[in-house]
């Protein structure tokens, strides 16, 4: 499974961004995906996640509210919408994909694949 992220970008704080993960070498419709960020000097964190069949998602205290997780399986990609955006959103942000991660999968450990990641920064 190869996974391509993208959508990242500058926004100023308050502003939307809409993030893409399009997986390609096989169906992703049973994996868990998740979406995770990293900002520089600290360590990878958890964002969100949703099973594959889009009917149950978890996410970050520092982002429900604001973020949504989504996905289409015909087109095999999955979503981040990202709204009211602070500057303590700025990171590189990736897109993972698990077989079988214990839920809420909030654990990078448990994901399987992994893209390449997309910049976020937000401006205040």
């Known amino acids: 499974v190869q996974l391509q992220a993208s959508g990242g970008g500058l926004v100023q704080a308050g502003g939307s961004l809409s993030l893409s993960c399009a997986a390609s070498?096989?169906?992703?419709?049973?994996?868990?995906m998740g979406w995770f960020r990293q900002a520089p000097g600290k360590e990878r964190e958890f964002v969100g996640a949703?099973?594959?069949?889009?009917?149950?998602?978890s996410y970050a205290d520092s982002v429900k509210g604001r973020f949504t997780i989504s996905r289409d399986n015909a087109k095999n990609t999955a979503y981040l919408q990202m709204n009211s955006l602070k500057p303590d959103d700025t990171a590189v942000y990736y897109c993972?994909?698990?077989?079988?991660?214990?839920?809420?999968?909030?654990?990078?450990?448990?994901?399987?694949?992994w893209g390449q990641g997309t910049q976020v920064t937000v401006s205040s």
């Open positions: 070498g096989r169906t992703v419709s049973r994996y868990v």
């Open positions: 949703i099973v594959g069949s889009g009917t149950i998602k």
């Open positions: 993972a994909a698990g077989t079988a991660p214990r839920w809420p999968a909030r654990t990078a450990g448990q994901y399987d694949y």
